[in-house]
């Protein structure tokens, strides 16, 4: 089966919709212009419920199918926020927002459950309650997590979730997806060195936090590579260094920061561990004091297997078994659909954007020809997870 003859009617609309994101790009939870277009489009294509609002600035559409003898509820997310990114595609449709683009095809993912939550409301033809989800501050807000604090499973009790997410360099009409750990965790490192600040002729009268700061980095290279079993993955990347004002003073402190991944939990709190034991004793060891805060963002995200199957039979139906790659390497990239698939059995999905540049780089636009696909493999799922008797 090819993409469903309603996308072709409303392709035109969907494209300009996705565009129009792309030309107003939003950040975080400040998606307010993005979820009010949302939310009217919800409400114009005749969608039964539409509450704003969750989690700052979420949206949540509520279709009622023909019946609902099964009792069943399913969720289908899509996120809306965009990145601090000056773009540089050139495109007419190109951010008109400085410093600011869609450079993670989040407008994409929008306009797709949009364009299907229409037709959904539009035919009705299953059996069941679909609630669709457009969040905000995917990329480093945990906006999911906002959302499920606020409520979004306790008052729409979904039994499956799902999602979906445009990969570069994937034909148009691919999809991909694995079970099991897909993406990992997302951690934030702040170290902070504190050492005694002096004139630097005389550096035996101070305690010079930067030699502590360069043992220490080389130290921490040893935690994945001498600490962790090379089966598993991980990584911590120190990736910013402050210290000091002028050329001839000892500074009295040096701030890191960096990100750990892993794709297991359990890798995870071992890496903290070890990381604490570093920054502490290391710095002691020059006479210096260390201190290490470790803030956990996003879980591992870990597609449900059974899920995993059923999403993966949808896509199939669109595009054909040859189609549908069920081996999707996993990725240190992070994502917070995460905080959703620890609360709800479900999936999380790759659909192929073509030749593209990467995610999170200023010459990237999501594919508009993904869309059909997209709406398609939407509306198929339901279907599928909903069939009227």
């Not at 190109?94 to 683009?101: Q, R, Y």
Request: net charge negative; proline share 6%; charged share 20%.
């Amino acid at each position: 089966m090819a993409v469903e003859n309603w996308v072709a009617k409303e392709i035109e609309g969907i494209t300009a919709f996705r565009r129009d994101l792309h030309q107003n790009p939003e950040l975080l939870y400040d998606v307010t212009r993005t979820a009010t277009a949302v939310a009217a489009a919800l409400r114009t294509a005749g969608v039964d419920e539409v509450v704003e609002g969750v989690g700052q600035t979420g949206v949540v559409g509520v279709i009622h199918g023909q019946s609902n003898t099964s009792g069943r509820m399913i969720g289908l997310r899509a996120d809306m926020d965009a990145l601090p990114i000056a773009e540089a595609t050139g495109k007419p449709w190109a951010s008109l927002v400085p410093g600011k683009m869609h450079a993670c095809g989040h407008d994409g993912h929008t306009a797709m459950l949009l364009g299907a939550a229409k037709h959904l409301a539009e035919s009705r033809a299953f059996d069941g309650t679909v609630i669709v989800i457009f969040q905000p501050a995917e990329e480093g807000g945990a906006g999911a997590k906002a959302m499920i604090d606020d409520g979004l499973f306790t008052r729409w009790p979904c039994n499956e979730v799902y999602g979906m997410h445009n990969r570069p360099n994937l034909p148009i009409g691919q999809f991909t997806i694995a079970p099991g750990p897909i993406m990992g965790s997302v951690d934030e490192v702040k170290i902070t060195i504190e050492g005694r600040g002096g004139h630097a002729a005389r550096p035996h009268d101070t305690i010079d936090p930067l030699p502590i700061t360069a043992a220490l980095i080389q130290a921490v290279q040893t935690v994945t590579a001498r600490t962790v079993d090379p089966m598993d993955s991980a990584v911590v990347s120190l990736c910013t260094l402050k210290a000091g004002n002028a050329f001839n003073v000892v500074p009295q402190s040096v701030e890191v920061t960096g990100t750990v991944r892993t794709l297991r939990e359990e890798v995870r709190a071992h890496v903290e561990t070890q990381l604490a034991q570093l920054v502490n004793h290391i710095a002691a060891g020059f006479g210096g004091v260390g201190t290490l805060d470790y803030i956990r963002q996003y879980p591992v995200t870990v597609n449900h297997e059974s899920e995993t199957g059923l999403a993966a039979r949808a896509a199939q139906e669109v595009a054909g078994e040859e189609n549908v790659h069920l081996d999707m390497p996993p990725t240190l990239g992070g994502e917070d659909f995460s905080f959703m698939l620890n609360e709800v059995p479900g999936a999380l999905i790759n659909i192929g954007n073509g030749p593209s540049a990467g995610l999170h780089h200023p010459e990237y636009d999501f594919n508009d020809d993904a869309i059909a696909w997209g709406c398609s493999y939407w509306t198929t799922l339901v279907r599928q997870r909903l069939p009227l008797g």
